[in-house]
Structures are given as C-alpha cells and as structure tokens.
C-alpha cells in the first residue's frame, strides 16, 4: 500500500497536494464545511466524498464530485469510478460566486451582533 497511497501527517499547506492527487477522498463521517473537499472540486480533482450534509452542500453548489454511501463497499465504488474519469477545469471565483465573499471570524462576530 505504502507504494499506492501516501500518508503524509500534518501539512501546513495542502493545496500542492490536493492539486497533484489523481483522486480525492472524503470518508467523513460527520463534519463541517469540508474544506479540504471544496478545494478539491474546485482544482478539479476527481473527488469522492460521504453522504453527509456537507459534502451533499458542497457537490451541490459546485455541480461536481460525487456521493457516496458511508461504508468501505461504497468508497471503493466511488474510488473506482473517480479514476476513470478526466481531471475538470479549475474553477474560477465567476464560475462560483456563491463562494466569494468574506468568511472571516470578524465577519461572523459582525453579524452576530
């Protein structure tokens, strides 16, 4: 396995990464915002994520990525299909605008008061 998949720990930067992967797997149980998974889609990597409601939101939005169910069965299906598929175009923030905007935490401070 060691030759097939990498495990590199913690990365300070994972866009480099992210971009180089031939596929990008979600196996999320339950999460937030799936960075990670938006950035994959985004750089158009083939990417493979959980039926959870973040990565349902993110699939949704972007009109890329697909489902599956949150089993090993399901995953490898997934990951079966993601590999047969060609890389999309990178995203651009036109092609995406309900992702522009501020996201910071003062942002949210602000409209919490």
Partial sequence: MDREIYFGGWVDNIH?????????ISSSINEGF????????IL???SVGTKISAS???????????LVEIS????????????????LPQLQEKD????????SLEMYIKELS
Avoid: M
């Avoid at 090993?72 to 890389?87: S, T």
């Fill in 16 to 24: 480099d990464y992210i971009e180089s992967a031939n596929v990008y």
């Fill in 34 to 41: 799936g960075n990670a998974f938006s950035s994959a889609l």
């Fill in 44 to 46: 158009g990597v083939p």
């Fill in 56 to 66: 349902k939101e993110v699939v949704d939005l972007l009109k890329r990525g697909s």
């Fill in 72 to 87: 090993e069965i399901g995953l490898a299906g997934g990951v079966k299909q993601a590999l047969n598929k060609d890389r």
């Fill in 96 to 103: 995406c605008p309900q992702l522009s905007g501020d996201y």
